[in-house]
Each structure stands twice: as structure tokens, then as C-alpha cells.
């Protein structure tokens, strides 16, 4: 790629962020009106922010969560159960202005569940595409791995998300990865056509990205088969 071709990525990339008010000197003016409280009142407060999303009747309240942001909640803040996480359910339910909120806040994009699932992940299973955008522009791991070794290119083709699929490929996801069912991409059922005649994919042993040991690879199998429908995101 010639200089050309990634100062225009580069200012596509500022471009995007600024149309989501996510350059610095954005997140800058959102930080400052952020209150500075004791770790335990923001615990709290973020214990609050996560029940506030997670009820069924929230869609996207972002005013009630927006006061709670700047009360100083800790957006971070996990369930005890599943150790799910307010950016999570943003990036399932496609709350896309409490996600943006939550990112100007400073949640970490990478924070995973207990089982392993990323923001990337629940947004390419659920389709949103334009919430899986902002992740990767923002530098997320697009290849980070849930439980069950499943990565979010994985995810798109398993529930039929073809739109999330292709804007991973763009942004270089992984096609090489087995996950513990020892599938690869190709293996993935899908009721869509993806189109994957133009990759040239060289499979990886399941050794090679996966170093634990056979038994142990079994007994997370079998823990995630029984854990799979439960906790899928």
C-alpha cells in the first residue's frame, strides 16, 4: 500500500470519528463534565447504568444513562452472574447512543464476558453493523475468541450476517482460526451464501492457535456445549 493510499485511510478514519463526535478533542469535552467520585460510589453508580440497559424496556433511554455517565458510574462494571458489561448489551441491543456515550466515557472496547464474548463479537452475531464499525475504526480485536473458540467472523457466518462478515474481512479478521469443535470458517453451517471463492486460506492446525492440551480441550468442549445456548451473546 503507497502513501497515498493510507493518508485517504487515515483521514476516512478521522472523518468517521469526528461524524461520531470520537476524535480526542471529543472525548476530551465529554470527559470533563464526568464528577469525580469514591470507587465505591462509582461502583454503584455503574451497578445502576448496567440495570438501567440491561431492562427490556430501556431502547437506547441515552438521556437516563447519559446522567449516570456523568455522575461518575464506572462503565465497566460487570454482572456477577455472566459478567456481562453495559457496552455489551449496547453492542447486542444496538443501543447506539449509550454505546457511544459508554466509548467517550472510556469503557474498554476489548472487555469480555465469562464467557469470553467481546463488544465485536455480540455485535457481528446480532447484526449491527454500524455498532461493529465503530469497534473496529476504533482498533478493537476483531480476533479475540469466546469460549467455545469461536471468533466474530465466526459468529457473523454462524447466525447469518453477512454485511457484519464483510466489513470483517475489509478490516483483515482471521480466516485461519479452529475453534473447539475443531470447525474452521469453511465448517461453519449458515442458511446465507457466503461468497469465500476469492479467499485463498491456508487452514491452521487447531495446535497452532489453540495452545492447550488435547484434554483440556475436550473438557472446554464439553463445558461450552452444556454453557452454549445459555450464555451466547
Keep these: 500500500m503507497n502513501n497515498t493510499s493510507l493518508a485517504m485511510l487515515e483521514n476516512h478514519r478521522i472523518e468517521f470519528l469526528k461524524k461520531y463526535e470520537l476524535d480526542p478533542e471529543s472525548i476530551k469535552k465529554f470527559k470533563e463534565k464526568i464528577q469525580k467520585v469514591s470507587e465505591e460510589e462509582s461502583i454503584e453508580l455503574g451497578k445502576k447504568l448496567f440495570e ?7 431502547n437506547d433511554d441515552y438521556e437516563k444513562a447519559l446522567e449516570l455517565i456523568y455522575k461518575g458510574a464506572n462503565v465497566e462494571y460487570k454482572s456477577q452472574k455472566k459478567g456481562n458489561f453495559s457496552l455489551l448489551i449496547c453492542a447486542r441491543k444496538n443501543y447506539l447512543k449509550t ?3 459508554l466509548v467517550k466515557a472510556g469503557a474498554n472496547i476489548n472487555q469480555v464476558n465469562k464467557y469470553l464474548t467481546p463488544s465485536v463479537m455480540s455485535s457481528a452475531r446480532h447484526g449491527n453493523k454500524e455498532i461493529l464499525e465503530i469497534l473496529i475504526i476504533m482498533g478493537a480485536d476483531i480476533n479475540l475468541r469466546c ?15 453477512v454485511e457484519c462478515f464483510d466489513l470483517l474481512v475489509k478490516a483483515s479478521s482471521y480466516l485461519t482460526n479452529r475453534n473447539l469443535a475443531n470447525q474452521t470458517l469453511m465448517d461453519i453451517p449458515s442458511k446465507e451464501t457466503f461468497d469465500l471463492s476469492n479467499f485463498s486460506i491456508t487452514i491452521l492446525p487447531i495446535s497452532s492457535d489453540i ?10 468442549l464439553q463445558e461450552a456445549t452444556k454453557k452454549l445456548e445459555k450464555y451466547r451473546q
Design 52 to 58: 438501567l440497559i440491561s431492562k427490556k424496556e430501556f
Design 211 to 220: 495452545t492447550i492440551s488435547f484434554d483440556a480441550t475436550q473438557s472446554l
Design 147 to 161: 469460549l467455545d473458540g469461536d471468533n466474530a467472523i465466526m459468529s457473523a457466518k454462524r447466525h447469518d450476517r
Design 99 to 101: 454505546f457511544l456515550a
